[in-house]
């Protein structure tokens, strides 16, 4: 089993609570906390599942778009001679110090 769901485009977390002997999660990647529960594993897919639908049907109740797991942009502190290395590079490539990151990025997860 992985240990993200999946649905809707929406990942939610997978975690166990021995003490109560269930497992939980929430949503990942939004601001709202959207969490859900189930005894099993199954329970707990259909849980993620119906939190989804549920979040989604809640923001057109009240006439607001749902958030979308992370809006494409993020900050990162790499500290100044990364950064600096960074920015001599892109220059180098004629490229942006975004171009560069998104390049790296994509190379590093395989994409």
Do not use: W
């Not at 999946?6 to 709202?32: H, M, T, V, W």
């Amino acid at each position: 089993m992985s240990n993200m769901l999946n649905y809707r485009g929406y990942y939610g977390s997978i975690e166990a609570s021995p003490a109560d002997n269930c497992l939980f999660g929430k949503l990942q990647f939004i601001r709202a906390l959207v969490s859900y529960e189930g005894q099993t594993v199954a329970e707990l897919e259909q849980a993620f599942r119906d939190a989804v639908d549920d979040y989604l049907t809640g923001c057109t109740v009240a006439g607001r778009a749902p958030e979308i797991p992370c809006k494409g942009s993020f900050n990162v502190r790499v500290g100044h001679a990364l950064h600096l290395a960074a920015s001599v590079e892109a220059t180098r490539q004629s490229i942006t110090l975004n171009d560069l990151t998104r390049r790296a990025l994509a190379a590093y997860i395989g994409q």
